[in-house]
């Protein structure tokens, strides 16, 4: 068993986020939904609370109503290895939803993602300053992350 599950809570959309969500990535799947039984503070029969598994990750939906809403303090980072990857990703994920800068985005449901090369952490690392700041520099001149062009900025070209 996973020992931290991230737990999100939508306002009616739950069972469609996963859908949505599992849809996108490979290796995932939906593995239970539970319904609000009588008495709850749910509509019987709805749809309370969704299980599904992102490349084998397991995250939890809740249909908790209005109250609360998603914001940029908490993101899921998807490390990505290849252009195409990220490309393919950033398209799907912010369908509906909102482009932001550096890698970050919305999706429809209100979610922030960050889709990244994972060459990003070789590039921010390096102790030559100059090189880091070149990147930092192209990267925030960018909405997707273009990979090409962050190693150009860090090569000095």
Known sequence: M????????FDGKAEEAAKFYTSIFKNSK??????????????AGTVMTVSFELHGRRFLALNG??????????SFVVNCETQ??????????SAGGQKVQCGWLKDKYGV???????????????????K????????????????ATLQRAYAGR
Request: neutral net charge; hydrophobic residues 40%.
């Open 2 to 9: 996973q020992k931290i599950t991230p737990f999100l809570w």
């Open 30 to 43: 939906i593995t239970g939904v539970a319904r609000y039984p009588e008495g709850t503070p749910g509509q």
């Open 65 to 74: 109503g209005p109250q609360f809403k998603f914001n940029e303090s908490i």
């Open 84 to 93: 195409q990857e990220i490309d393919e990703l950033w398209e799907k994920l």
């Open 112 to 130: 922030s993602w960050q889709v990244v090369p994972t060459v990003l952490g070789k590039l921010f690392q390096d102790k030559d300053g100059a």
């Open 132 to 147: 880091t700041k070149r990147v930092g520099e192209a990267m925030m001149q960018m909405k997707k992350l273009d990979i």
